[in-house]
């Protein structure tokens, strides 16, 4: 298996490939990235309403948490800390369940996902960053506007597309990762109309599909994405500064469970193949306690874990 691609800051000589894919972001993209944002910011505001008089039971509240926890994990160790970081080799099986569990995120394809990852990491809040929320300046007004911007406007605004020959070529390498890359719609479509199926089966209503359908498959993913985006967003704008870094990530720690310790940002940006985001007392990291089951289990190897001296020299004095 291929390592991942150094994305540490560096003295660039002129790159071989584009860093920008040369066809720029189709209109059919941008169409279909404004859809899957639109219809599950529609059914969260839809939701209250929903919930008087229609109805919703323990179990669409089941399947529901328990896609969140496969997609959601699927996107913070699988997509985020293995394959955008490389924090920890998997074997084969565990490396194809990561990406098609992330899949299911409706966040967008494995390679694509990792392509604009590791772009955002290479230019974190200066020029070439796909969304960072100081894009437009520093005064309210710009804030406000580059917050919207890197929450979720950059998905259907941005006329650039990351090119995936620059950033991920590993990927590009790699059978299994290919073939699932072609076939997101597929995991989408599951992820969608999964909760659906399962809630008919146990239901055996068709009541039972609509609900499950709308609350663990809409709703859910709706949660999730805003929950992903708050770490572009909120984690760069505001938060507590625990380690020194060149760009403005914060920790987050409201966010710390919902998001599976992604929101403990800033350490992640001063150590970004750290397998551990929540390395200070107090700071729960779910995903990394998955890691560790994993390695544990035997289906993960060559974990990085947090290095006391390297944390060491990064860490912020009280004092400052």
């Not at 990762?177 to 969608?192: E, G, H, M, N």
């Not at 992640?268 to 998955?290: K, W």
Request: charged fraction near 20%.
């Amino acid at each position: 298996m291929t390592a991942a691609p150094d994305i540490a800051p560096t003295t660039r000589k002129p790159a071989p490939e584009p860093e920008l894919a040369p066809e720029g972001r189709g209109k059919a993209e941008r169409v279909t990235v404004f859809f899957f944002v639109l219809a599950p910011l529609l059914a969260v505001a839809a939701a209250v309403p929903f919930a008087w008089g229609w109805g919703l039971s323990w179990i669409d509240v089941g399947i529901g948490v328990a896609f969140y926890l496969v997609s959601g994990l699927g996107v913070t160790v699988g997509y985020h800390r293995h394959f955008t970081h490389g924090s920890f080799k998997a074997k084969r099986p565990l490396r194809i369940a990561l990406a098609i569990a992330g899949s299911m995120a409706v966040e967008g394809s494995v390679i694509k996902w990792v392509s604009d990852h590791r772009r955002h990491h290479k230019y974190a809040d200066h020029e070439g960053d796909p969304h960072s929320p100081w894009r437009f300046g520093d005064d309210w007004r710009s804030v406000a506007k580059g917050m919207f911007y890197a929450h979720m406007g950059w998905l259907f605004l941005s006329e650039e597309k990351t090119s995936p020959k620059r950033f991920s070529p590993d990927l590009l390498k790699d059978r299994d990762i290919v073939k699932i890359d072609r076939y997101f719609w597929a995991f989408t479509l599951f992820s969608l109309l999964g909760p659906a199926l399962i809630g008919g089966l146990i239901t055996m209503s068709w009541w039972g599909a609509v609900t499950a359908f709308f609350w663990a498959g809409l709703v859910r993913v709706a949660v999730l994405h805003h929950v992903t985006w708050s770490i572009n967003s909120i984690c760069h704008t505001i938060g507590e500064e625990n380690f020194e870094v060149r760009d403005r990530s914060r920790n987050v720690w409201w966010l710390a469970i919902p998001s599976f310790g992604e929101s403990w940002h800033n350490l992640h940006h001063a150590d970004p193949t750290c397998a551990r985001h929540g390395v200070l007392s107090g700071q729960i990291d779910i995903s990394a306690r998955l890691i560790w089951a994993f390695e544990k289990l035997g289906w993960a190897y060559k974990v990085r874990w947090p290095n006391p001296e390297r944390l060491a020299s990064k860490r912020v004095s009280e004092l400052d």
